[in-house]
């Protein structure tokens, strides 16, 4: 088969059309997964907003229960994850192992284990439980329920210094900075 100039210029022409056809694919993918790209970013955003209005339900609800159980200080709290992490679920303190949003020591769990094992309770928290707020907020709750703490000082002295807090006097600067936070 002999070629002509005008099938040379046909295939030219095929050929430039392939080219820009595949060209325009591309640059129509590219946009694509760019807007994918974007909307995963904006999803992330939102999951973001979204936990952390479900951490701030959580401490809402948990507050709820606070009142009921001590009318006085219905942020107490609040406070408390102020002075200990400001609000930081990830906040570590790797001098004493202290963890999460209420910087809960691993001491801390093995005790509200201990009283959920002689109130005849299946729940048990683990190490790993620091970390998420509702359950800092659980462990907190049974903490202060079952050494009958009542006031608001009480229960900050008490968190800050074990059980025998408010004979510690090391644990009244600690509950002067929860009371300023009460305060504001």
Not at 145 to 162: F, M, P, Q, S, V
Request: glycine share 2%.
């Amino acid at each position: 088969m002999v070629m002509t100039k005008s099938n040379n210029d046909q295939i030219y022409f095929i050929a430039t059309a392939i080219i820009l056809l595949v060209l325009a694919l591309i640059l129509v993918v590219n946009k694509a997964s760019n807007k994918v790209d974007q909307l995963r970013h904006e999803l992330d955003i939102n999951n973001t907003l979204i936990d952390s209005l479900k951490h701030e339900i959580d401490t809402l609800m948990w507050e709820q229960e606070m009142f009921d159980y001590n009318h006085n200080t219905p942020h107490l709290i609040s406070a408390l994850m102020f002075v200990e992490s400001s609000y930081d679920d990830s906040a570590y303190n790797a001098n004493e192992d202290a963890v999460g949003c209420l910087q809960i020591r691993k001491c801390m769990v093995n005790d509200v284990n201990r009283i959920l094992h002689k109130q005849k309770s299946l729940i048990r928290y683990s190490y790993n439980d620091r970390w998420i707020r509702h359950k800092s907020i659980q462990m907190f709750n049974i903490y202060c329920k079952y050494y009958k703490l009542n006031t608001a000082e009480e229960i900050a002295r008490c968190w800050n210094g074990g059980p025998k807090g408010m004979t510690n006097k090391t644990t009244v600067g600690y509950w002067e900075k929860v009371e300023n936070r009460l305060n504001i």
